[in-house]
Nanobody, 120 residues
């Protein structure tokens, strides 16, 4: 059974930093990618970043490029999203999702989400 579990959300002031984690399990192969998405109140869910576990390709949305960093710890089957210089508009529920076989913007499985709130 595929399982994705996010952690690391919280409340932070503008300009601060947070690190989100996505622990993945149940994948039979490594030809998939992990993407981070977020949904702000009243807005549609949007893609934030993605990393391919096999090809290592990395993508960022323009709104977070230069402030967010995605990384992978293969030994722990965990993907991290380091978020710095956070802004109030970064507030939302952050989800990790698997995409196969590469970053495609078409998730297969979702985590439960973790709340990130950035105060001004």
């Amino acid at each position: 059974e595929v399982k994705l579990v996010e952690s690391g959300g919280g409340l932070v002031q503008a300009g601060g930093s947070l690190r989100l984690s996505c622990a993945a399990s149940g994948f039979a192969r490594d030809d998939y990618a992990i993407g981070w998405f977020r949904q702000a109140p009243g807005k549609e869910r949007e893609g934030v970043s993605c990393i391919g576990l096999r090809d290592g390709d990395i993508f960022y949305a323009d709104s977070v490029a230069g402030r967010f960093t995605i990384s992978l710890d293969n030994a722990k089957n965990t993907v991290y999203l380091e978020m710095s210089n956070l802004r109030p508009e970064d507030t939302g529920v952050y989800y990790c999702a698997s995409e196969s076989p590469y970053c495609s913007g078409r998730p297969d499985y979702w985590g439960q989400g973790t709340q990130v709130t950035v105060s001004s």
